[in-house]
């Protein structure tokens, strides 16, 4: 039950300090916050995103209204609305 209630508290306090992007995980009966340590943020173009982290591993195409696309780096996937960066997700 502590687990669980520091998870909750460590989500809840995550959100507050601004880690979008970040991933929350458990070691032990720790938590960690692992975020992408160079990543595309919020409102970059995709333009931006390609002059800076060159072409991606994968390009998912847009699903949805509004179209949300996908472009899969190694260590993290980046998310756009239309042609604009919405998140950034640390992977693997």
């Excluded at 669980?4 to 880690?19: H, N, Q, R, S």
């Excluded at 995980?25 to 931006?48: D, F, L, N, S, Y």
């Excluded at 991606?56 to 996908?70: F, H, M, Q, S």
Aim: charged share 20%; proline share 8%.
């Amino acid at each position: 039950m502590r687990i669980a209630t520091c998870l909750i508290a460590a989500v809840v306090a995550a959100g507050l300090a601004g880690t979008a992007g970040a991933e929350m995980i458990v070691v032990g009966h720790r938590i960690e916050v692992k975020k992408p340590a160079e990543a595309p943020v919020r409102g970059m173009t995709m333009r931006e995103v390609l002059r800076r982290f060159g072409a991606p591993r994968d390009r998912l195409p847009a699903v949805g209204k509004p179209p949300i696309t996908r472009w899969r780096y190694p260590g993290f996937t980046v998310y756009f609305e239309y042609h604009t960066v919405i998140d950034s997700v640390a992977t693997g």
